[in-house]
């Protein structure tokens, strides 16, 4: 079991890693957005499943459990307003853009 569990944790670090590379190297706020949520997640959840097999004890589950779920509950929601602000500017994949669009404005 340490063995799956240190194999959990290592594949979500490297995961984890590429994630942060491809906020590095990718063009654009929506492509970055993308990198940031969908492989940052799955590798904090492969990471925290990776402790939930080295730390079996009951209380460990508990918390594992409550980041799990705050997880799957803020990431979606953030994602969207980052891409919705994202998409409010004129040229989305443009750095040096500076002002909003009107039309998404309240």
Do not use: C, E, F, Y
């Amino acid at each position: 079991m340490t063995a799956l569990g240190w194999t959990l944790m290592i594949v979500g670090a490297a995961l984890l890693a590429v994630a942060a590379l491809g906020l590095h190297r990718l063009p654009d706020a929506l492509s970055r957005q993308h990198a940031a949520t969908k492989a940052a997640t799955l590798a904090l959840g492969l990471m925290l499943a990776g402790l939930a097999v080295l730390q079996p004890g009951s209380a460990w589950w508990i918390r594992i459990g409550a980041l799990v779920t705050v997880l799957a509950a803020t990431v979606p929601i953030a994602s969207h307003a980052l891409a919705r602000a994202a998409a409010s500017w004129p040229d989305a994949s443009r750095s040096d853009a500076s002002t909003p669009d009107a039309s998404m404005q309240d």
